[in-house]
């Protein structure tokens, strides 16, 4: 058993109140669910208007299927145009 962990920490330029930014973050999530069923929490910086961290994380019996699903949905996200990924990180246990 495999446990993957992406955490990202993202810029919303563009977010004026915690409104702005809670609306991007719930399009992550919910984008991030439907297509490839994963778990997601906001985990840092709620309370900032410009700035989030999140964790998504999914559990696969195989190594390589992991780091799949983590890697394809890093590419969705890096593809993004409401929202800038200033950091990011993989763990697997």
């Given at each position: 058993m495999v446990v993957a962990l992406l955490t990202i920490e993202?810029?919303?330029?563009?977010?004026?109140?915690?409104?702005?930014?809670r609306s991007i973050v719930k399009r992550i999530k919910d984008r991030s669910r439907n297509k490839?069923?994963?778990?997601?929490?906001?985990v840092e910086?709620?309370?900032k208007w410009q700035r989030a961290k999140l964790a998504f994380a999914?559990?696969?019996?195989?190594?390589?299927?992991a780091e799949e699903t983590l890697q394809k949905l890093?590419?969705?996200?890096?593809?993004?145009?409401g929202f800038e990924i200033v950091q990011f990180n993989?763990?697997?246990l």
């Open positions: 993202i810029l919303v330029p563009n977010s004026g109140s915690l409104k702005d930014k490839f069923n994963i778990s997601v929490a906001e910086y709620q309370d999914t559990v696969s019996s195989d190594y390589k299927r890093f590419k969705m996200l890096d593809s993004d145009f993989f763990e697997y």
